[in-house]
């Protein structure tokens, strides 16, 4: 399931069922999981840990160094978990030592052509990120956020678990969760609603993410007496608590 066209370094460890097309590069210190699935083109650099069942496609680059002038071959890595789809053309690339050292990768994650993931991002899990959706250096991505095409991230940005980001939008604050945004410099407009229905939320708990929203965004409250509002509210509502734990954690702000 190898093809002999592939290049292959002796120190990198390829599991069971896995395939690799022709021409594929697989460099030192990469670790690839059962059941791994790679297109013909590209080219995977370690160290590099990747999970069991993943798909990627041709002419991605995975595990490349960091496109940091700072970066001078200081040890690194990428991880990635299982079940992710990296489809064509997309680059991601390792950590730096001012980072932490790691870029990572969570589980279930879909990945469209031509996107980037620079150095030392946390993308969590069950995440779409359209075609030429981009992030810079340090981002977070928190569970089942949604980046369309385009979107771009700001360095140190995080975005907030079923966030979603509009087509083209310009991210350059926190984007809190189940908030949608949308414009170059993304703004907030509204939460998202049909996301959380989807992913089995209860109308209840929608209703108490709309309240919360309402409170960070149309209360005319500054942001840290929102952040207590949402905290007075927050008792058995798990989404609320969430609205203000993110806000705590905000060192760039969020988008208002």
């Known amino acids: ?5 592939a290049v292959i370094d002796p120190g990198a460890r390829i599991g069971e069922n896995v395939t690799v ?8 210190g990469v670790e690839l999981g059962d059941g791994c699935w790679v297109g013909p083109h590209a ?7 990747i999970g069991r069942d993943n ?7 995975i595990g490349e160094i960091p496109q940091d002038k700072k970066f ?10 299982d079940g992710n789809v990296f489809r064509e053309f997309v680059t991601v690339n390792r950590g730096t030592a001012d980072g932490g050292g790691v870029t990572r990768i969570g589980d279930g994650n879909w990945v469209m052509a031509y996107c980037h993931i620079a150095h030392d991002c946390l993308i969590a899990n069950h995440t ?11 981002v977070e991505v928190d569970d089942y956020a949604i980046l369309g095409g385009f979107s771009l991230v700001h360095q140190f940005s995080r975005i907030g678990r079923h966030a979603f980001l509009a087509f083209g939008s310009h991210v350059d604050r926190d984007v809190p969760p189940f908030v949608m945004a949308a414009g170059q410099r993304a703004t907030p407009r509204g939460v998202n609603t049909e996301g959380l229905r989807r992913h089995g939320f209860s109308r209840e708990s929608i209703q108490a993410v709309k309240r919360a929203y309402k409170i960070l965004y149309r209360s ?20 609320v608590e969430a609205f203000a734990a993110f806000i705590a954690g905000t060192s760039r702000g ?3």
Do not use: K, T, W, Y
């Not at 500054?222 to 509002?229: I, K, M, N, T």
């Open 220 to 239: 005319g409250l500054r942001l840290e007496q929102a952040r207590e509002s949402l905290m007075d509210q927050a008792d058995g509502a798990p989404e």
């Open 1 to 5: 399931m190898i093809d002999p066209r």
């Open 21 to 28: 097309g022709p021409f594929s590069v697989i460099g030192p």
């Open 55 to 61: 798909r990627i496609f041709q002419f991605a680059s």
């Open 128 to 138: 779409v990120f359209s075609n030429n959706a981009s992030l810079a250096g340090h």
């Open 254 to 256: 969020i988008i208002r």
């Open 72 to 81: 001078h071959g200081e040890n690194s890595s990428l991880e990635i978990g």
């Open 43 to 49: 080219v995977i650099q370690g160290p590099a840990r």
